[in-house]
């Protein structure tokens, strides 16, 4: 497939088989499951496994009903479209991926504009409350204020900013409440270059915290008594990296998602930080995804019985 103008050799079947997916089946050249992008049955979703091409007969979405694999995969991934072809073009084209990033070195203005963040004032537009977080998600109103939660009326999205370490103000995650479909604010930077509620971790001085994947889970345990860190998915990129281990924390208690792609991220999380921190460990119940599926009295009896980890160094 075609990336930044590179013919890149993804190997399609490769990254799908780092997730779960309900009902799957495998043939030569094609992949069918239930779609992703939001609660069904019976599997309409379905990838060409050499073009990456999808189809999601089911969705009443036209921008989703169909697309190629970085976007694919760009959901999957909780992160950007760029962030994404980034990724494949340094896991598959590992000499193009560097170039691309040393050509953009070398614009200083470039470069220098990327970084800017955000005014404050573009979350005006989203001073609003829908009840998802609340009724369905059990956040309570003290918490999504702490966390200058909102809500786009026009695309009927909640709104989780996203801040740098010092509490500016750096992109915005849009989280459909009518699927599972999300999407990032176009000027903002890449959330590859950071760590959500990190900045309440310097403001509060903590030196423990519970690393999860989702903002949602991340407020959860805040609510909860908890501090903690998301990384906005199933991945731990360099910067990600670097600002954990230079952050004041000193012990993380992995609480990824409970399926392949978490569990796969708290072995790498695990096997990057072991000797430089502490890490530990909980154990969800199998009959949860995350924590946020938990009630507050299991949540409490989970954070009770955590454990060393054993990190598999290859």
Same mark, same amino acid.
């Given at each position: 497939m075609r990336i930044k103008g590179y013919t890149t050799p993804v190997d399609v079947a490769a990254e799908l088989n780092k997730y779960d997916w309900r009902r799957p089946r495998w043939t030569e050249r094609k992949f069918q499951a239930c779609s992703p992008f939001r609660?069904?049955?019976?599997?309409? #979703? &379905?990838?060409?496994?050499?073009? $990456?091409? #999808?189809?999601?007969? $089911?969705?009443?979405?036209?921008?989703?009903?169909q697309g190629n694999f970085v976007k694919l995969l760009a959901y999957l991934r909780n992160e950007t479209y760029e962030e994404t072809q980034d990724y494949l073009l340094e896991t598959y084209c590992p000499t193009l991926g560097n170039l691309d990033r040393l050509k953009l070195t070398y614009d200083l203005t470039l470069a220098e504009e990327a970084n800017k963040p955000l005014d404050m004032a573009v979350l005006d537009e989203f001073n609003y409350r829908h009840p998802y977080l609340d009724k369905q998600r059990g956040i309570e109103e003290k918490w999504q204020r702490a #966390?200058?939660?909102? %809500?786009?009326?026009?695309?009927? =999205?909640?709104? @989780?900013?996203? %801040?740098?370490?010092?509490?500016?103000l750096i992109n915005i995650k849009f989280r459909s409440v009518t699927d599972k479909r999300f999407w990032y604010y176009a000027d903002g930077q890449p959330i590859k270059n950071h760590v %959500? =509620?990190?900045?309440?971790?310097?403001?509060?001085?903590?030196?423990?915290? %519970?690393?999860?994947?989702?903002?949602?889970?991340?407020?959860?345990?805040?609510?909860? $008594? @908890?501090? &903690?860190?998301?990384?906005?998915? &199933?991945?731990?990129?360099?910067?990600?990296?670097?600002?954990?281990?230079?952050?004041?924390?000193?012990? #993380?208690?992995? =609480?990824?998602?409970n399926d392949k792609a978490g569990r796969r991220i708290a072995q790498t999380i695990a096997t990057e930080l072991v000797g430089f921190k502490t890490v530990l460990a909980v154990a969800l119940p199998t009959s949860v995804k995350d924590v946020n599926d938990l009630t507050s009295n299991e949540l409490l009896t989970v954070a009770a019985a955590i454990q060393p980890v054993i990190p598999h160094f290859n």
């Open positions: 609660d069904e049955w019976h599997p309409s #979703f &379905a990838v060409h496994l050499e073009t $990456g091409v #999808f189809i999601d007969s $089911g969705s009443i979405s036209d921008e989703w009903r #966390f200058r939660v909102g %809500y786009d009326r026009k695309h009927k =999205a909640v709104t @989780f900013p996203w %801040y740098d370490r010092m509490g500016q %959500y =509620a990190l900045n309440f971790i310097y403001k509060a001085g903590k030196n423990l915290a %519970y690393i999860v994947e989702s903002e949602i889970d991340a407020i959860t345990l805040w609510q909860a $008594g @908890f501090p &903690a860190v998301a990384l906005g998915g &199933a991945n731990l990129t360099p910067r990600k990296r670097e600002l954990l281990l230079q952050s004041p924390i000193e012990t #993380f208690i992995l =609480a990824t998602d």
